[in-house]
């Protein structure tokens, strides 16, 4: 597609339930990155995959936090046993490697309501 | 590791004003700099963004930021805001990262608000 994807755009959900968001990067980017967006906290960073591979998974804040990527393209988050705290818009962004360039280019996000 | 600050929270100007938002950023190696816009209900877009050479970069819309390595600044300017500049900035950097990551360091963000 022309962009990055994400769904679902929305998401309400009760404490203590499973969550997954989806992310489709943009074609051939084979460097995707999750992120999330909180009023407390602003933007940080989650998690960063290479292809299939995550080499670099600092940013997740607990184990109930998990992420995937198959075939090298699309994604998915998974929150486990939510908390309310886990409220926020999570952002997904996809960058090429080929190019020297280290732009990323950003999904709409998907909004989180933990209730 | 880095890390970015933005000293504006929130900023109004009347439009036609000149805008100025200030990015500091921490880090002690090579960086790349970027500034991001939101506007509302939009995803983040990329507005200006550094790497190397002039370090007077241009941007889209009529923005343009300078790079002040011994200041380790990168503040985005706008001689002339227009209400559709209405949106919230944000300063990020990416440095290199033993994983290759590069991932983004944000700052908190700035809102800009127009007023007609």
């Known amino acids: 597609g022309a962009g990055v994807s994400q769904s679902p755009s929305n998401k309400v959900t009760e404490k203590g339930k499973d969550v997954e968001l989806r992310c489709d990067p943009i074609?051939?980017?084979?460097?995707l990155y999750w992120y999330r967006q909180s009023l407390g906290q602003g933007l940080e960073f989650l998690i960063y995959?290479?292809?299939?591979?995550?080499?670099?998974k600092s940013g997740l804040p607990s184990d109930r936090f998990s992420a995937e990527r198959t075939g090298g393209s699309v994604s998915t988050l998974t929150i486990q046993r939510t908390q309310q705290e886990d409220s926020a818009v999570y952002l997904c962004?996809?960058?090429?490697?080929?190019?020297?360039?280290?732009?990323?280019?950003f999904g709409p996000g998907t909004r989180l309501t933990v209730l | 590791a880095q890390s970015v600050s933005q000293h504006n929270h929130h900023v109004i100007l009347s439009e036609a004003a000149s805008l100025e938002l200030g990015c500091n950023y921490s880090?002690?190696?090579?960086?790349?700099l970027f500034w991001y816009v939101q506007y509302p209900g939009q995803h983040l877009q990329l507005l200006l963004k550094y790497f190397s050479g002039d370090p007077l970069v241009k941007g889209i819309k009529g923005f343009e930021a300078e790079f002040i390595k011994s200041k380790f600044s990168f503040n985005l300017r706008k001689p002339s805001v227009q209400w559709s500049d209405t949106a919230e900035y944000f300063c990020?950097?990416?440095?290199?990262?033993?994983?290759?990551?590069?991932?983004?360091?944000f700052g908190k963000g700035t809102k800009l608000s127009v007023i007609p």
């Open positions: 962004a996809s960058r090429t490697t080929v190019s020297s360039y280290n732009e990323q280019f």
């Open positions: 990020a950097v990416t440095a290199y990262s033993g994983a290759g990551s590069y991932q983004l360091t």
């Open positions: 995959f290479q292809g299939n591979s995550a080499p670099d």
């Open positions: 880090y002690g190696g090579t960086v790349n």
């Open positions: 074609s051939g980017h084979t460097a």
